[in-house]
């Protein structure tokens, strides 16, 4: 098949799930044999792991970045002879319409119930709210968790795909990035995500310091558009809290492969990735207690909440007093992790799905 991945920051992924996601099935579909594309956004080389890369401009401000570049893509799409083409965040359904005149089969990867994040106002909550009943109308629905598809079961009367995120990292030596950081070997706590309010980074690092610890924290990220948030965790991190800024790669996955315990504070998605990512590389996993979150970790992650009241930092001095505790933990994730979320499974689903879509 000729396929196009259309509505991420493109490959190699240097941003979030999405572009993580992009570029490890697009490289597994190319190994699988066939044609695929990945629209991107910033300049680099024509291809990356057999994947062709299609750069476009976009205009970078929150609000127009991802759909000014979901629109010259998906025009770009119509000139390229695709067999089918995947879009990725329901915020890019718009082109749906566009996409199935010219008889282009497509699915979309919704994501989470967007709208719902706090960073939104308005006009953002309702472009999420349109891409919702865009999708429904003219795309075959995919969506990563039971919970986001049980959400367009009951409000868009459409029964979507239920196709998980991949867990397993590629085998690699470690990075220097321990070293860089001063941190040792499960000798620190370890929080992923981008900072952003829906995202909870404030209340990781006030519930870290109500605990009282001396281990370090990585708060792992970055506030692309949020400068004020970012300004007030500066300003209310200890001398033993760590801001590495937005990695990648093998710092990532060395970061994540040798944590304590890992962090996992998102309050909206479905299968978040540096969740199942942390139960298949290190296994010690506490998560924030969202019916999305649940289902992903079932009895394998430790739960807390933040609101009303806020149980991580007596969950995180409980697990950290225990050993043993930790310890299954960790096989019980690794154990999920390897029979839930696998990347070759994920794209056997995806390259069936596709094919049938033709």
């Known amino acids: 098949m000729k396929l196009a991945i259309l509505g991420t920051r493109g490959v190699p992924p240097r941003y979030g799930g999405f572009e993580t996601f992009a570029a490890e099935l697009g490289a597994r579909l190319v190994q699988r044999g066939h044609d695929v594309s990945v629209y991107c956004r910033d300049?680099?080389?024509?291809?990356?792991?057999?994947?062709?890369?299609?750069?476009?401009?976009?205009?970078?401000?929150?609000?127009?970045?991802?759909?000014?570049?979901?629109?010259?893509?998906?025009?770009?799409?119509?000139?390229?002879?695709?067999?089918?083409?995947?879009?990725?965040?329901?915020?890019?359904?718009?082109?749906?319409?566009?996409?199935?005149?010219?008889?282009?089969?497509?699915?979309?990867?919704?994501?989470?119930?967007?709208?719902?994040?706090?960073?939104?106002n308005i006009a953002g909550r309702a472009v999420y709210a349109i891409g919702e009943s865009f999708s429904a109308a003219f795309a075959t629905v995919i969506a990563d968790a039971e919970v986001i598809a049980d959400y367009y079961r009951n409000n868009y009367a459409i029964d979507p795909v239920v196709i998980p995120y991949g867990s397993e990292f590629p085998t690699e030596p470690d990075s220097d990035v321990l070293q860089r950081l001063g941190l040792t070997t499960n000798n620190y706590l370890l929080y992923v995500s981008r900072f952003e309010p829906e995202n909870n980074p404030l209340e990781v690092l006030e519930a870290y310091k109500n605990a009282g610890l001396a281990i370090p924290l990585v708060m792992l990220g970055e506030a692309r558009y949020d400068k004020q948030l970012a300004a007030q965790l500066r300003s209310r991190a200890t001398a033993n809290t760590i801001f590495p800024g937005a990695l990648y790669g093998?710092?990532?996955?060395?970061?994540?492969?040798?944590?304590?315990?890992?962090?996992?504070?998102?309050?909206?998605?479905?299968?978040?990735?540096?969740?199942?990512?942390?139960?298949?590389?290190?296994?010690?996993?506490?998560?924030?207690?969202?019916?999305?979150?649940?289902?992903?970790?079932?009895?394998?992650?430790?739960?807390?909440?933040?609101?009303?009241?806020?149980?991580?930092?007596?969950?995180?001095?409980?697990?950290?007093?225990?050993?043993?505790?930790?310890?299954?933990?960790?096989?019980?994730?690794?154990?999920r992790a390897a029979e839930r979320y696998g990347w070759e499974a994920v794209t056997s689903a995806y390259e069936k799905l596709l094919s049938g879509l033709l």
């Not at 609000?63 to 799409?77: M, Q, R, W």
Request: contains cysteine.
């Open 250 to 335: 093998a710092d990532y996955r060395t970061l994540q492969r040798h944590a304590l315990v890992y962090i996992q504070a998102t309050e909206v998605g479905g299968t978040h990735p540096a969740l199942i990512e942390a139960m298949a590389s290190n296994g010690c996993v506490l998560a924030h207690d969202t019916p999305e979150n649940r289902e992903v970790g079932g009895d394998a992650v430790g739960y807390f909440k933040l609101r009303p009241g806020e149980t991580l930092s007596g969950t995180v001095r409980e697990w950290l007093a225990s050993s043993d505790l930790r310890q299954t933990q960790i096989a019980k994730a690794r154990r």
């Open 43 to 120: 300049a680099g080389p024509a291809e990356w792991e057999g994947i062709r890369r299609i750069v476009l401009p976009s205009i970078g401000h929150k609000y127009f970045e991802t759909v000014s570049h979901a629109l010259l893509s998906a025009i770009d799409a119509l000139r390229r002879d695709f067999d089918a083409i995947l879009i990725c965040n329901a915020a890019n359904a718009f082109v749906l319409p566009l996409l199935k005149a010219a008889r282009i089969p497509v699915a979309i990867n919704v994501d989470g119930i967007e709208r719902k994040r706090r960073k939104w």
